[in-house]
């Protein structure tokens, strides 16, 4: 009898010491100092009206963080926000949508700190690392919060439940994977009839963490949301997530590509005008022909658009906005469609001869709003009828 006692001593002994001894993880954010960290992310998302589809759409989050501050545990992070769309039934380019400027405080375990002005980010505290080290299998909780931007804005605290699942690589990188989810249900009251009343959803994500950079590097989510107003309609959103995290160029090495492509564009482009911005080279392409009141290349375009191409392609990881300009002559619709597809046009064309990459490039226009000449002489309008290239060394 005391034998047995002994062996069932010895095993249960043998289990405590197991999970004592089981490896544990610290995690938290460790961002470099003035080193760019960047988070893209692709959604393919449907859109449902009354339970009929409205939209399929690829969207593109892009965000270019700059930790610029550090004190004790607070990191104050600078950069901005860009939203892309396009069509899943097209072979379009993305256009840029929204642009966000961001200045924030975070923690090293994920807790924000920022200024109720802002609307970005609108997911914040997510993720949220624990205090301690964990193993894996083990769980903790956090409390997100997600921002909408209606009339006025809703504000939805989220609880957000989350465990280690255990080591994995990804993208080459030694890994530990993380697992969340949270769900919500929320009525809102107001008495604004365009704006909904009711929110329900859920959002499921797993988050491969580096655990020798102490950042994340890969990330996928599925959520199912839907809006309920007053009279009735329902707008359901539903989507599929795959995001990466980046280590950039140190700012040193930015500011010597941003120099390098000013001074070959200045150099061997007499035809057109490089200005260097705080952290770009905005390229104007001067005279970019297209037939009269349409958005198709003339073959004298193409010709300038080639040698661009050539200067643009030797270069990688390079953020470029395509973003088209008018004269003041018809609408403001007319106008902000032509100069839309005008950026279009200069992007398919470096994208289908394969000076760029697929997915590389969005295109946006301004309409008349940018003049950078008086449009009361042809001359004038001549100058404000133009595309311009922005490129961010990353």
């Given at each position: ?121 609108s997911i914040r505290n ?28 809703i504000t939805l605290p ?229 595309v311009e290239i922005i490129?961010?060394?990353?």
């Open positions: 009898m005391m034998k047995k006692i002994s062996i069932l001593l010895i095993f249960f002994l043998s289990l405590s010491f197991q999970a004592s001894g089981q490896e544990k993880f610290s995690l938290f954010w460790d961002f470099k100092l003035n080193q760019t960290f960047t988070i893209d992310k692709y959604t393919k998302q449907t859109i449902k009206k009354n339970g009929i589809l409205v939209r399929k759409a690829d969207i593109r989050d892009y965000v270019r963080l700059i930790p610029f501050e550090q004190k004790g545990d607070i990191t104050s992070l600078k950069g901005e926000y860009n939203s892309y769309i396009k069509s899943l039934e097209t072979t379009d380019p993305y256009e840029l949508t929204e642009s966000y400027g961001l200045n924030f405080g975070m923690d090293k375990k994920g807790q924000y700190y920022i200024d109720k002005k802002y609307t970005m980010p997510i993720p949220l690392f624990p205090a301690e080290p964990v193993a894996s299998g083990e769980v903790w909780e956090g409390t997100g919060i997600e921002i909408l931007e209606f009339e006025p804005r989220v609880d957000v439940f989350y465990q280690l699942a255990g080591r994995e690589e990804k993208l080459e990188k030694e890994c530990v994977k993380i697992v969340f989810h949270y769900l919500f249900n929320h009525t809102v009251e107001h008495n604004y009839p365009d704006v909904p009343y009711k929110f329900l959803g859920a959002s499921y994500s797993a988050l491969w963490y580096d655990i020798r950079e102490h950042l994340p590097v890969y990330t996928e989510n599925s959520y199912d949301i839907m809006f309920i107003y007053r009279d009735g309609t329902f707008i359901q959103y539903k989507g599929d997530l795959t995001g990466y995290y980046n280590l950039k160029r140190k700012t040193e090495e930015k500011e010597r590509v941003k120099e390098e492509l000013y001074d070959k564009f200045m150099k061997s482009e007499k035809d057109m005008n490089a200005e260097k911005k705080e952290d770009s080279v905005v390229l104007d392409l001067g005279e970019v022909y297209f037939e009269f009141n349409k958005a198709v290349l003339t073959p004298e375009a193409r010709e300038k658009l080639k040698r661009v191409g050539e200067i643009l392609k030797k270069y990688d990881n390079l953020d470029l906005v395509f973003k088209g300009h008018t004269d003041d002559i018809g609408s403001d619709e007319y106008n902000l469609k032509l100069s839309q597809d005008r950026a279009r046009s200069v992007l398919d064309f470096l994208i289908k001869n394969k000076y760029l990459k697929e997915n590389q490039g969005a295109y946006t226009g301004a309409g008349k709003k940018e003049p950078k000449a008086s449009n009361r002489t042809e001359e004038g309008r001549s100058r404000n009828r133009r490129i961010k060394p990353e």
